[in-house]
């Protein structure tokens, strides 16, 4: 599976991005699909995770404010981040695995493939 990230840019606070994240191969359906995200000097974090059975799930930093959906049809993941930070500024990454469970989801290593990244920058 190949990963394309898009979408991002510089917005105010308070705005709102779309991600997309395209995907290749035609077995993308059977992915648990993912956002993570990584600020300078930090480590890459857990977003959010949107099974095949429709169950998301999202780290207390954005939920509430971010909504991860996939299309299947069009093997594409999406990342809506509204009410946006500053401290949201980071470059966002896409990520898909196979063979998750619950509890290992929030790890980097448990994702078996990666998009390139897209920038995030959010002025305050």
């Known amino acids: 599976v190949q990963l394309q990230a898009s979408g991002g840019g510089l917005v105010q606070a308070g705005g709102s991005l779309k991600l997309s994240c395209a995907a290749s191969g035609r077995t993308f359906s059977r992915y648990v699909m993912g956002w993570f995200r990584q600020a300078p000097g930090k480590e890459r974090v857990f977003v959010a995770s949107?099974?095949?059975?429709?169950?998301?799930y999202y780290s207390d930093s954005v939920k509430g404010r971010f909504t991860i959906s996939r299309d299947d049809a069009k093997n594409t993941v999406y990342l809506q981040m509204d009410s946006l930070k500053p401290e949201d500024t980071a470059l966002y990454y896409c990520a898909a695995g196979s063979g998750l469970i619950f509890s290992t989801q929030y790890r980097v290593k448990s994702y078996d493939y990666w998009g390139q990244g897209t920038q995030v920058t959010v002025s305050s």
């Open positions: 949107r099974w095949r059975s429709g169950t998301t």
